[in-house]
């Protein structure tokens, strides 16, 4: 009997650790310019994660109505805050824009999403 109990409690631990892990993976947690708003024209997007990236790993792409990539160089992850990934942005005229962003984070998970903003006059 005690025998069974350990293994029901170990396979049980398992399952919990699965869950915990499962919810692990980098969610975006806060943008500037902020999904949806109206901005002058930024110099750069700045995406602040759930969790520490992988640099190599992590990109943003900023697109204008036309699909037009309007970042100037690649993202960057912040030595200081690992949860920090920036792109610096050309001028960007008043027009919407979005944002696709694709990261890895140091659990090995990938996450990918987007979201737009506006530069008004």
């Known amino acids: 009997m005690r025998k069974l109990l350990t293994s029901t409690a ?3 631990l398992i399952l919990a ?4 892990a499962a919810d692990a993976h980098a969610l975006l947690d806060h943008a500037d310019p902020r999904v949806g708003n109206t901005v ?3 110099h750069a997007v700045s995406l ?11 990109t ?14 690649k993202a960057v992850v912040d030595s200081s805050d690992r949860k920090l990934l920036r792109i610096q942005l ?10 696709n962003w694709r990261v890895l984070s ?7 999403g ?8």
């Open 90 to 99: 050309k001028t960007l005229p008043a027009g919407t824009y979005r944002v």
């Open 17 to 20: 650790s699965g869950i915990v």
């Open 114 to 121: 987007n979201f737009t903003f506006q530069v008004g006059p």
């Open 10 to 12: 170990s396979a049980m």
């Open 60 to 73: 943003i792409e900023v697109l204008d109505a036309n699909g037009t990539p309007m970042q100037a160089g």
């Open 106 to 112: 140091v659990d090995t998970h990938t996450t990918e």
């Open 40 to 42: 002058k024209s930024p």
């Open 48 to 58: 602040w994660f759930t969790q520490n990236l992988e640099s190599g790993f992590s």
